[in-house]
């Protein structure tokens, strides 16, 4: 049985055995992808900071 993955990039489902590209399908798909790493598209997954969110009790100082 050939393994199967899906390229990250385009979710084309490609093969691991004979790729010198995996995960990716195709080199332009692994460029793209390395380049959003450089050009910060991928967000660190996390909870999302809120700002409104806050409860004042928890800043005495904001309130004086
Ligand atoms: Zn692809």
Known sequence: M??????PT???VTTW???P???FCC???KLIDLGK???GS???PGEPVSTHDLNPE???ELLN
């Open 2 to 7: 050939v393994k199967q993955l899906k390229c």
């Open 21 to 23: 590209f995996r995960p």
């Open 37 to 39: 790493w450089a050009d």
């Open 17 to 19: 055995e004979n790729n």
């Open 58 to 60: 928890d800043f005495p």
């Open 27 to 29: 080199e332009r798909c």
């Open 42 to 44: 991928y967000q660190v």
């Open 10 to 12: 385009c979710k084309k």
